[in-house]
Structures are given as C-alpha cells and as structure tokens.
C-alpha cells in the first residue's frame, strides 16, 4: 500500500516534467503552425513577475501571442531543462520553431513594443 501510495504521489511529476511539457509545447506549436515561447522564470523573481503583469498582458502583445506563439511556463528552481534551453537570470525567453530550433533568446525583462519587435525578428528568422 505504502509502494503505490508513494508512486501515486510522484506520478503529477513524472507525467508533468519539463521534457514532457517541452514536446508538448513543440507538438502544439506545429499542430497550430505558431512558434514556440519558453518563459523561464522563479516563484521569487520581480522581473518576471513585471514582465507576466506588464509585457504580456499589453493588448497588442496579448493579441500578438494568441495569434502567432504557443507559450510555456517554466519554473527554473523546479524544472531542469535541456541544456540548449537553459537559463543563466530569470526572466529568459526563448523563441522557437516549432521543430525546436533557437529562434532567439531574450534575457531579462523587456517592455511591450521591444518585445513585439523581437517576436516579429524571430518571426522573419522563421520564414527564411
């Protein structure tokens, strides 16, 4: 009993890893024909909490993202992911095709018109 008490309570985790939630982000943006957005941030961090409250909920940038990126959330203390999408500060965001290729990386918090030309740049990156 206490065995498959103990693997009922890792099964959230196992079903829910980074790697998982990761594909799942790639596999949506392909299904949807969108780029990618992984948002690395921590439970602690102000910046991104600015950039979650500031940046994403501007109108443009919110129609923007609904229109054109599939975005995840990742927390850096809890999930590891792999090394290519890492992150050395919080907020980082990585745009990305849809078969997971680095469009582009954008460290720290950014205001919502420079964070609509960078998803328009990586955008351009894409269709090349």
């Known amino acids: 009993m206490r065995k498959l008490l103990w693997m009922l309570a890792l099964m959230p985790a ?10 799942a982000l790639l596999d ?10 992984i948002f690395i941030e921590t439970q602690d961090c102000p910046w991104c909490q600015r950039m979650k409250d500031r940046t994403f909920t501007n109108p443009r940038v919110a129609a923007k ?18 090394r290519i ?16 290729q680095m469009l582009m990386s954008i460290p720290g918090f950014m205001p919502p018109g420079p964070f609509l030309d960078r998803i328009e740049a990586a955008e351009a990156e894409m269709d090349l």
């Open 14 to 23: 196992l079903l829910f890893s980074a790697e998982a939630k990761l594909e």
């Open 85 to 100: 999408y890492g992150a050395r500060t919080v907020p980082t965001i990585h745009l990305l095709s849809s078969e997971g």
């Open 28 to 37: 949506r943006a392909k299904t949807e024909g969108k780029m990618a957005m």
């Open 65 to 82: 993202l609904e229109a054109d990126v599939v975005v995840e959330y990742f927390d850096k203390d809890r999930e590891t992911l792999p």
